[in-house]
């Protein structure tokens, strides 16, 4: 789960970490009295949304006067944001961040990521800050520098002052960065978070750290031990079919092909998406409907894949082990009969009773249906990008 910036630093205040202090506005009306309130004579405003990218989407602006803070909200409140990372359907704009303008020195990069190939959360620094951190380590990896966190010992102040040596910090500089790590890493432990990104971490014209962006990421498996942080989720800025299939313990990730595809198990779905693609095709998702899969579970899923306007074929890929073929084959005939399925469907069922689940199948289905069934995966595939009509040489 993500958070808006202007949550992310309500943390970081939590943790006594050195941040920005803003004000959010959630229409034009409330720009004059943030602004009283912030005082001063110049600000940055800021659109809130989940997607990396807003400076160049013309989303963060300096302004000196109510006039354009106003413009500036004016301009995007109730508007749909696109950059980079949002996806071509942008995301909306319910809020906009306004904070004081910051005296900057230097702008640096500061993170504390969850590495799971270490399993340990490591600290990641740059001195280029305020770019996007991806191309910095494309272009130089070694301009990303990193130390791990013990955690039987827990983060030491030491490993902040080390990355400051690292970034050319002074040795005061380097107490405070060693601070700021230690609170970023228990404030990461504390609230279950999978990341903290500050960028930029700059150095004001006064010669201190100050956070002036942040980023959070929550493991969602933890979430039903941090209610406060629950109550912090836009569900705004989130895919309405990640949403539905999380409501039904599916695990659903949309792409851009046109193959939908239902498959049980993410070891096989990505077999699957993988045979897709060698075969010249596109899938249009992710979708494990896991092991424990009910006929209601199957419905929604064919609810949501059908929710998506670019599949042109559905394939329905599953290894009965724990599940029963045949049950799935019970709930792809009701699902078919319940939601009106308009579009070709390959069924490729294949371990515990699968034969009974393709005569099922065979013998069920209505004649209006396009149906076919499969035993062999590649032929599956082949069939799918066939009546997709989208195969790539």
């Not at 520098?145 to 910090?169: C, F, N, T």
């Not at 009965?320 to 319940?338: S, Y």
Request: proline letters at 3%; a negative charge.
């Amino acid at each position: 789960m993500n958070l808006h910036e202007y949550q992310s630093k309500q943390l970081l205040h939590e943790a006594g970490v050195p941040a920005a202090e803003g004000v959010v506005v959630r229409s034009v009306g409330e720009v004059a009295g943030a602004l009283e309130k912030i005082g001063g004579d110049k600000w940055v405003v800021k659109v809130q949304v989940h997607a990396g990218g807003r400076g160049k989407a013309g989303g963060v602006k300096l302004v000196d006067s109510a006039a354009e803070a106003e413009e500036f909200a004016r301009r995007w409140l109730g508007q749909k944001m696109t950059t980079y990372q949002s996806g071509g359907d942008g995301l909306p704009v319910n809020a906009v961040l306004i904070e004081p303008c910051t005296d900057i020195e230097r702008e640096l990069y500061l993170a504390a990521i969850l590495d799971r190939d270490t399993r340990r959360i490591v600290i990641m620094a740059s001195a280029e800050g305020g770019v996007e951190i991806e191309a910095v380590a494309a272009r130089d990896p070694e301009a990303i520098k990193r130390s791990a966190v013990d955690l039987i010992a827990g983060p030491m102040p030491w490993q902040g002052r080390e990355l400051a040596h690292q970034l050319g910090l002074s040795p005061a500089q380097g107490r405070q960065m060693g601070d700021i790590v230690v609170r970023l890493v228990n404030l990461m432990l504390r609230r279950d978070l999978t990341l903290i990104e500050i960028n930029p971490l700059v150095v004001t014209g006064a010669g201190d750290l100050f956070c002036l962006d942040a980023k959070f990421n929550v493991d969602e498996g933890a979430l039903h031990r941090q209610a406060g942080l629950v109550d912090m989720r836009d569900k705004t800025q989130e895919d309405e079919r990640e949403m539905h299939a999380a409501e039904w313990s599916l695990n659903y990730v949309a792409l851009d092909g046109s193959i939908g595809c239902m498959v049980n198990g993410a070891g096989l779905a990505m077999a699957t998406m993988d045979m897709i693609q060698i075969n010249g095709g596109a899938p249009a998702n992710f979708l494990d409907v896991g092991g424990g899969t009910t006929s209601e579970r199957v419905t929604e899923a064919f609810k949501i894949i059908l929710s998506d306007q670019a599949v042109r074929v559905i394939l329905i890929n599953i290894f009965g082990g724990i599940v029963r073929c045949d049950l799935i084959a019970e709930g792809v005939l009701k699902a078919i009969a319940d939601v009106g399925v308009g579009l070709p469907v390959v069924v490729r069922l294949q371990g515990n009773r699968h034969q009974q689940g393709l005569k099922m199948i065979a013998d069920g289905a209505p004649s209006s249906a396009e149906i076919y069934t499969e035993v062999d995966l590649q032929r599956a595939a082949e069939r799918c990008v066939e009546l997709a009509g989208e195969k790539r040489t």
